[in-house]
């Protein structure tokens, strides 16, 4: 006859699991062990470490696999979720089984030098520590458990690796905003139009859609609300129109059934095309990205002296504020601060290419 068992572990499909009572909590997970001295050491542990918590207000230790797998259920809306799993499972073999309290700079140190090793370039490694860090700030300001205490009582300071390689922005300046406008085709000097005085990003310009817009009838205006899966942080972006990115979309009114823009019929995927390419090699301006219009805009509306908090608007950056739900005085605001950025003072370089587009 076999000795007994501790109370509160039962066997499943070989597997000793905990179902268990501990200072008026139950309690109910897998040992993943089949051996049963192990599964008591395992039940052991949680009661003590239950008891600290519950007596002298000392943290349950967590791994950071288990802080890993809270932020992966908790960030299922972000679009790049699939890449932060990626970069999870990159990191697993090396500081999973480390508890949140023990992990530091000093910690990731072997993991970082393997990726060097590797040949990874410093800002893949940098997204990785990016991904430690919010984790660990999480686990500091927001994770509580059920003890009322936070998973972890100080996150520690995590920097980045200088990057020497990294591409910094190129806003334009007007005179070549007109000069490389003027070398794209009609479709994509349209979109170009729209991005330098919204401030969107390729993929919301290119899946634009006429669903998203709503029409403001005592200002005589529309805004667009792109929904949360296409934009970078997952939060629905409001884009306000001023008169040039207005008069865009009026010329694409009635063109296709679905999206504002289109090529040929067809929506368009992205806009740095071979087009774009040749377009800003022939005005000497290699350097260019589609994604430095954004740039552009926003360098514009700190120039015009426009507010951090309505530059963060119209950006569409994450506030903390609820960015699409505006009064009509709140919109007129943001309007005008979208028009400062028209044109320069002392001319209005876009309306060659507004003319060949016939646009306004």
Excluded at 164 to 191: G, H, I, N, V
Excluded at 200 to 218: A, G, K, T, V, Y
Aim: some cysteine.
């Amino acid at each position: 006859m076999g000795r007994k068992k501790l109370p509160g572990l039962t066997k499943r499909a070989g597997i000793w699991h905990v179902d268990k009572q501990i200072n008026g909590r139950r309690i109910c997970q897998s040992t993943e062990t089949s051996q049963l001295q192990e599964a008591e050491k395992y039940l052991a542990r949680l009661i003590e470490s239950s008891r600290q918590a519950a007596i002298y207000g000392v943290r349950p230790e967590r791994s950071f696999e288990q802080a890993a797998a809270k932020f992966v259920l908790e960030n299922q809306h972000k679009r790049s979720i699939e890449q932060d799993i990626g970069r999870l499972k990159q990191l697993m073999p090396w500081i999973g089984d480390t508890p949140l309290s023990k992990l530091h700079i000093g910690t990731l140190q072997p993991w970082i030098e393997n990726r060097r090793q590797e040949g990874v370039s410093v800002g893949t490694i940098n997204h990785g520590l990016k991904i430690v860090r919010r984790i660990l700030n999480l686990a500091t300001s927001e994770w509580m458990d059920e003890y009322g205490m936070t998973w972890l009582q100080a996150a520690p300071k995590i920097k980045l690796l200088p990057d020497l390689c990294k591409r910094q922005p190129y806003p334009l300046s007007w005179d070549e905003q007109t000069a490389l406008f003027k070398e794209l085709p009609d479709y994509l000097a349209q979109m170009a139009l729209f991005a330098v005085n919204t401030g969107c990003r390729d993929s919301e310009i290119c899946n634009l859609h006429w669903d998203w817009e709503m029409h403001i009838p005592q200002l005589k205006t529309s805004v667009f609300l792109v929904p949360g899966s296409l934009v970078k942080n997952g939060d629905e972006r409001l884009v306000v129109l001023n008169r040039v990115a207005k008069s865009v979309v009026e010329t694409q009114r009635g063109k296709h059934p679905t999206h504002v823009f289109h090529f040929r019929g067809r929506p368009i995927s992205h806009m740095l095309t071979s087009a774009w390419k040749r377009a800003r090699v022939r005005v000497a301006l290699p350097q260019v990205r589609v994604h430095d219009l954004k740039h552009t805009f926003g360098r514009r509306l700190r120039a015009a002296g426009v507010s951090f908090e309505d530059r963060q608007d119209l950006l569409g950056h994450r506030s903390g504020r609820m960015t699409t739900h505006y009064s009509a005085a709140e919109l007129t605001k943001l309007i005008e601060a979208a028009e400062s950025v028209c044109d320069r003072g002392e001319g209005k370089p876009e309306l060659v290419v507004l003319r060949r587009l016939n646009i306004g």
